[in-house]
């Protein structure tokens, strides 16, 4: 099991230009979902996903879309990149958020990706 | 605003002394309440969870406390060791709900 999957690890981008980041998960999770990191402030939900075209905005979707056509994927697209979503960005999976039990609700991230942009 | 905040934000524990991290929240409808360890240069993990039907639980030398009157909960690692130096969060989640919110994370350094 590869678990989930980030790419590309680092990413240096132009004010204005768009991207995707990419993720991927092997283990049938119902729920995926992309956390962004800033010193300080923690990991804070940008978008989720509770299952095949059903997604849903976190604490700050601004700047950011993401889709869900399979179970497998869930890829975040930046539509014009700003200094400001300077970040390391965590995709993370759970197989069943509202089930009860370690084993359903605990959430396995990937390994990151590191976001500059100028 | 942030629901779930975290103290202290960095800590520097000696080989062997007790770390203590200490999390408070605003939400009566939370009720998980997981640890999260991140090491450089990784994603998080899970470390520890409780729900609020306990005081304590208890893994090996980490054990969660938690204050349901006080809406808080904390981290407590015994015997503290190099390799537990990582960046700690916690979280919390409405079991009705799917979205887990973190705190803010405090990095742990345990000096040899």
């Known amino acids: 099991n590869a678990g989930v999957t980030q790419t590309p690890k680092f990413q240096v981008l132009k004010t204005g230009q768009s991207m995707t980041l990419q993720c991927a998960q092997d283990m049938n999770h119902e729920y995926m979902s992309w956390y962004r990191q800033d010193p300080g402030m923690g990991l804070r939900l940008i978008h989720y996903s509770v299952g095949a075209g059903i997604t849903d905005q976190g604490e700050v979707p601004n700047g950011y879309n993401v889709s869900r056509s399979t179970t497998e994927d869930f890829p975040l697209r930046l539509l014009s990149a700003a200094p400001s979503q300077t970040s390391v960005y965590f995709c993370a999976s759970s197989y069943s958020p509202w089930t009860v039990g370690a084993t359903n609700e605990k959430l396995f991230f990937g390994s990151g990706t590191q976001l500059s942009v100028l | 605003q942030q629901q779930v905040k975290q103290s202290p934000q960095s800590l520097i524990v000696q080989k062997g002394g007790i770390s203590i991290i200490n999390c408070a929240y605003e939400?009566?409808?939370?009720?998980?309440f997981p640890w999260y360890q991140q090491f450089p240069g990784k994603g998080p993990a899970l470390l520890i969870a409780i729900r609020p039907d306990v005081s304590e639980k208890k893994e090996g030398r980490f054990t969660i406390s938690f204050n349901k009157s006080a809406k808080q909960f904390s981290l407590h690692i015994m015997d503290s060791q190099p390799g537990d130096s990582a960046t700690y969060f916690c979280?919390?989640?409405?079991?009705?709900?799917?979205?887990?919110?973190f705190g803010e994370g405090t990095q742990l350094t345990v000096n040899p």
């Open positions: 939400n009566t409808a939370f009720d998980y």
């Open positions: 979280a919390a989640k409405e079991t009705s709900g799917s979205r887990l919110t």
